[in-house]
């Protein structure tokens, strides 16, 4: 009894791959997703050899915005997607500027920060703290907007701190502020514009006083510290761009005095100025004596006198009491003097006399207020150039300078630098030559190297790329699958090839030996034509022009046949 294998085995073979025979319906299936396939891989390469360049239209926003943005480019109909991350938004190359000024016109991207226009869309009964939150919220976003309009700063964000108000003097505190920089790649800020936002911050808040005010970077520095804000020597940044100036200004007239004579590019100088900034008082009190000869004068007098009434007689009673009085021994003048003053005193009654006489002291108040900003001591360096001449010959020299050149050099820059010997100014003029800079020369980027040939070079070889492989797919894979699909195998491809060939090669000799019969039958009714008709050679190219003329193809036939016969 014979089994299904025995009779598998008895009949023909039918390959099998992959446990799947292979039948002429299964090839034809197969062949058919082949060519699906191949048509849909050429499909692929042509889409991505039409792709544009996408391109950064926005990076570092946040979600409020990348919405907005969105869809705009939606309602704009403008291709768009995003990056890996999803942190930047990509659009076309060509429509980069474009995009970007259209949806500048509409105001995006906001930034983040909300200003005022939050008080606008305000609720109806809405809180007394909701309305100080919104309010807060306004000002920070406005603070933030005046801020980033510095060049430096990227994006900034601040935030305030804004103690409630109170009634009680003790428990009264001042506002605080923080502010946080983001600044662009490459870019820092001078102490002078950390200073400027400080003040700026501080300004717009009611009693905020600037010590009040933290400034940091996306980085971490604290750039508000105020041990930044003051530079050597203890000044402040204020200052020591005065000093800048000041030596900057000495430096510009000692050169510009010099380069007239030597050249501009001959002369170097430079100068360091000792400023005090120190702001000094002074008050004098000074006495002076007025004795002669001085005039003197008097401030204040003062005179006391006592009297009373004249003493009684007193004394022992007798005859010695009763008698006259001695005579004086002293002389005459002084006596009566003595007696004159004995006598009005007894007179008069007088017992004391005191006289008390001030004189004005001499004294001179002086007070001295010292600005601030004296230059104390100014020091300044002047190198100058070898001179070049020409000599006899033409050549180019250089040399020295004379003792004469050299010296009215030095007198041009004291002039010119305002030179004070007692103020302890220096200066010192060398002459020496320049060392010759280097020719840094420019290095010539390769063709292959430069921006715009690789762009280029990357565009066209994506064009050419594409179209090769759409090449390479349509003769090496579809055109012979569709072939086997319409019955066109190989075989049967050449056999038709070959047969083409031989009914081209039959059609060829049939052709010839037309051709040949022709120009024997003409050669024959020539010769007999000229026999009967005509003799002479002007008959014979009649003959001939004549068969020119109606039919030129045979006479080249003809030409041909008699250069081959010779």
């Given at each position: 009894?014979?089994t299904?294998?025995?009779a598998?085995?008895?009949?023909?073979?039918?390959?099998v791959?992959?446990?799947?025979?292979q039948?002429?319906a299964?090839?034809?299936?197969?062949?058919?997703?082949?060519?699906?396939?191949?048509?849909?891989?050429?499909?692929?390469?042509?889409?991505?050899?039409?792709?544009?360049?996408y391109?950064?239209?926005?990076?570092?926003?946040?979600?409020?915005?990348g919405?907005?943005?969105v869809?705009s480019?939606?309602?704009?109909?403008?291709?768009?997607?995003?990056?890996e991350?999803?942190?930047?938004?990509?659009?076309?190359?060509?429509?980069?500027?474009?995009?970007?000024l259209?949806?500048?016109?509409?105001?995006?991207?906001?930034?983040g920060?909300?200003g005022?226009e939050?008080?606008?869309?305000?609720?109806?009964?809405?809180?007394?703290?909701?309305?100080q939150v919104?309010?807060?919220?306004?000002?920070?976003?406005e603070?933030?907007?005046?801020i980033?309009?510095?060049?430096?700063v990227?994006?900034?964000?601040?935030?305030?701190?804004i103690?409630?108000?109170?009634?009680f003097?003790?428990?009264?505190?001042?506002?605080?502020?923080?502010?946080?920089?983001?600044?662009?790649p490459?870019?820092?800020l001078?102490?002078?514009?950390?200073s400027?936002?400080i003040?700026?911050?501080?300004?717009?808040?009611?009693?905020?006083?600037?010590?009040?005010v933290?400034?940091?970077?996306q980085?971490?520095?604290?750039?508000?510290?105020?041990?930044k804000?003051?530079?050597?020597?203890?000044?402040d940044?204020?200052?020591?761009?005065?000093v800048?100036e000041?030596?900057?200004?000495?430096?510009?007239?000692?050169?510009?005095?010099?380069?007239?004579i030597?050249?501009?590019?001959?002369v170097?100088?430079?100068?360091?100025?000792d400023?005090?900034?120190?702001?000094?008082?002074?008050?004098a009190?000074?006495?002076?004596?007025n004795?002669p000869p001085?005039?003197?004068?008097?401030?204040?007098?003062?005179t006391?006198?006592s009297?009373?009434?004249?003493?009684?007689a007193s004394?022992?009673?007798?005859?010695?009491?009763?008698?006259?009085?001695?005579?004086a021994?002293?002389?005459?003048t002084?006596?009566?003097?003595?007696?004159?003053?004995q006598?009005?005193a007894?007179n008069?009654?007088?017992?004391?006399?005191?006289?008390?006489?001030?004189?004005?002291?001499?004294k001179?108040?002086?007070?001295?207020q010292?600005?601030?900003?004296?230059?104390k001591?100014?020091?300044?360096?002047?190198v100058?150039?070898y001179?070049?001449?020409t000599?006899?010959?033409?050549k180019?020299?250089?040399?020295?300078?004379?003792?004469?050149?050299?010296n009215?050099?030095?007198?041009?820059?004291?002039?010119a630098?305002?030179?004070?010997?007692?103020?302890?100014?220096?200066?010192?003029?060398?002459?020496?030559?320049?060392a010759?800079?280097?020719k840094?020369?420019?290095e010539?980027?390769?063709?292959?190297?430069?921006?715009?040939?690789?762009?280029?070079?990357k565009?066209?070889?994506?064009?050419?790329?594409g179209?090769?492989?759409?090449?390479?797919?349509?003769f090496?894979?579809l055109?012979?699958?569709?072939?086997?699909?319409?019955?066109?195998?190989?075989a049967s491809?050449?056999?038709?090839?070959?047969?083409?060939?031989k009914?081209?090669?039959?059609?060829?000799?049939?052709?010839?030996?037309?051709?040949?019969?022709?120009?024997v039958n003409?050669?024959g009714e020539?010769?007999?034509?000229?026999?009967?008709?005509?003799?002479?050679?002007?008959a014979?190219?009649?003959?001939a022009?004549?068969?020119?003329?109606?039919d030129?193809k045979?006479?080249?036939?003809v030409i041909?046949s008699?250069?081959?016969n010779?």
């Open positions: 009894m014979a299904a294998n025995d598998t085995l008895d009949g023909p073979q039918v390959p791959v992959f446990g799947i025979p039948t002429p299964v090839r034809t299936i197969a062949l058919a997703v082949g060519a699906a396939l191949t048509i849909a891989i050429m499909v692929g390469v042509w889409l991505w050899s039409q792709a544009p360049d391109r950064v239209l926005f990076s570092n926003f946040n979600d409020r915005d919405g907005a943005i869809a480019l939606q309602q704009l109909n403008i291709p768009y997607k995003y990056s991350g999803g942190s930047a938004i990509l659009v076309p190359a060509n429509q980069v500027h474009d995009a970007r259209k949806l500048a016109s509409q105001g995006l991207p906001k930034g920060n909300v005022f939050l008080m606008e869309n305000q609720k109806l009964g809405i809180s007394q703290f909701l309305e919104n309010f807060q919220r306004a000002l920070e976003g603070l933030a907007r005046s980033q309009a510095v060049s430096a990227q994006t900034a964000r601040v935030h305030l701190a103690p409630k108000a109170s009634v003097v003790r428990e009264q505190q001042k506002p605080t502020a923080s502010v946080l920089l983001n600044l662009y490459s870019r820092v001078d102490q002078q514009q950390v400027a936002i003040h700026l911050v501080a300004s717009s808040i009611p009693e905020l006083p600037a010590k009040n933290t400034i940091i970077d980085n971490g520095n604290l750039l508000s510290d105020p041990s804000q003051t530079a050597t020597n203890n000044l940044p204020s200052q020591l761009k005065y800048q000041f030596q900057q200004s000495v430096v510009k007239k000692v050169e510009s005095i010099i380069s007239p030597v050249g501009i590019q001959n170097r100088a430079e100068a360091t100025a400023i005090d900034f120190s702001r000094s008082e002074q008050a009190e000074s006495y002076r004596p004795s001085e005039a003197t004068t008097i401030r204040s007098q003062q006391s006198e009297y009373g009434k004249p003493a009684n004394g022992i009673p007798g005859a010695l009491s009763n008698q006259p009085p001695v005579p021994t002293a002389p005459i002084a006596a009566a003097n003595a007696n004159d003053a006598a009005n007894a008069n009654g007088l017992t004391q006399k005191d006289a008390t006489l001030n004189y004005e002291v001499d001179t108040i002086r007070y001295t010292q600005a601030m900003g004296g230059l001591r100014l020091s300044v360096a002047v100058v150039n001179k070049t001449e000599d006899k010959s033409g180019t020299i250089t040399r020295a300078l004379t003792e004469v050149e050299k009215q050099i030095i007198d041009l820059a004291r002039e630098m305002g030179f004070s010997k007692e103020r302890g100014d220096t200066l010192n003029v060398v002459n020496s030559p320049f010759t800079p280097e840094v020369t420019a010539d980027i390769p063709l292959w190297k430069q921006a715009d040939v690789l762009q280029t070079a565009e066209i070889g994506k064009y050419v790329v179209g090769l492989l759409l090449l390479y797919l349509f090496g894979y055109k012979p699958t569709l072939n086997k699909l319409m019955g066109k195998d190989a491809i050449k056999k038709e090839k070959e047969r083409l060939r009914e081209e090669e039959e059609e060829e000799k049939k052709r010839i030996e037309e051709e040949e019969a022709a120009i003409i050669n020539a010769e007999a034509k000229s026999k009967q008709h005509y003799s002479s050679y002007e014979n190219m009649d003959m022009k004549q068969l020119a003329s109606s030129p045979i006479v080249a036939n041909k008699w250069v081959s010779e």
